[in-house]
């Protein structure tokens, strides 16, 4: 069936190098696709998206580059920090409003 | 950006009780809230869109009648876990998106709720 999903589930990096999360997904007609980053016991928190007429998107420290004919999406994180440890979701939005969210990426930085 | 209130944070309840968890949009009004289930080590999977003033669209395999959904006004969306079991243990979290910005914008998430039904 359809689905997002992420290539590994697990992504260590030194301090200060940078970082690539990736997510696959399947839906051609979605056009909205947005990165969260959750801490432990917390809700997922916004870090940047992009929309189905882009294929790259900016924001500090954070890039999304979206690939519509593969049907991949990743996240870059430049000059990682300690605080950059957490887990990434990639998601999904088809049509009107409802976010599909993939597997997930625990991303852990090492001082 | 906006906020999304979510309380309590953390609950627990013996079997059989049931529970409310209040989902609040603090800035921004929301037509639609959404409530997402998450596992230890796991995604977020979506349970149910809570629509204001109608009934809620509950994603297959969810119980509507064990996830009671209220969404009553603009700014407030409830959960109620009926008749709890130990198997309901979870983390809930709600989202809200901002329909003044249009419907292709970021969806804000509530704290989420740890609940553990002993």
């Known amino acids: 069936g359809e689905s997002v999903g992420l290539h590994l589930p697990t992504l260590s990096v030194q301090e200060g190098d940078n970082s690539i999360i990736n997510c696959a997904y399947s839906n051609s007609a979605s056009d909205y696709f947005i990165w969260y980053k959750q801490e432990s016991g917390k809700g997922p928190q916004f870090i940047i998206d992009?929309?189905?007429?882009?294929d790259k998107r900016q924001g500090q420290r954070v890039t999304v580059l979206l690939n519509k004919t593969v049907k991949h999406l990743s996240l870059q994180i430049a000059a990682t920090q300690p605080g950059d440890s957490a887990v990434y979701f990639c998601?999904?939005?088809?049509?009107?409003?409802?976010?599909?969210f993939g597997q997930g990426t625990r991303l852990t930085i090492n001082p | 950006g906006a906020v999304v209130s979510q309380h309590p944070s953390r609950v627990i309840c013996k079997s059989g009780t049931s529970v409310k968890i209040e989902c609040r949009s603090l800035?921004?009004?929301?037509?639609?809230m959404f409530w997402y289930r998450q596992f230890p080590k796991k995604s977020l999977m979506l349970m149910a869109t809570?629509?204001?003033?109608?009934?809620?669209?509950?994603e297959q395999g969810v119980e509507k009648d064990k996830f009671l959904i209220n969404h009553a006004s603009l700014t407030l969306s409830t959960l109620t876990v009926t008749s709890a079991h130990p198997e309901d243990s979870s983390f809930y979290i709600c989202?809200?998106?901002?329909?003044?910005?249009?419907?292709?914008?970021?969806?804000?998430f509530g704290q989420g709720t740890r609940l553990t039904v002993v």
């Open positions: 800035d921004f009004q929301a037509t639609t």
């Open positions: 809570s629509n204001e003033g109608s009934k809620a669209t509950y």
């Open positions: 992009i929309r189905s007429n882009m």
């Open positions: 998601a999904e939005s088809r049509g009107a409003q409802k976010l599909v």
């Open positions: 989202s809200a998106r901002d329909q003044g910005t249009g419907s292709n914008t970021e969806a804000f």
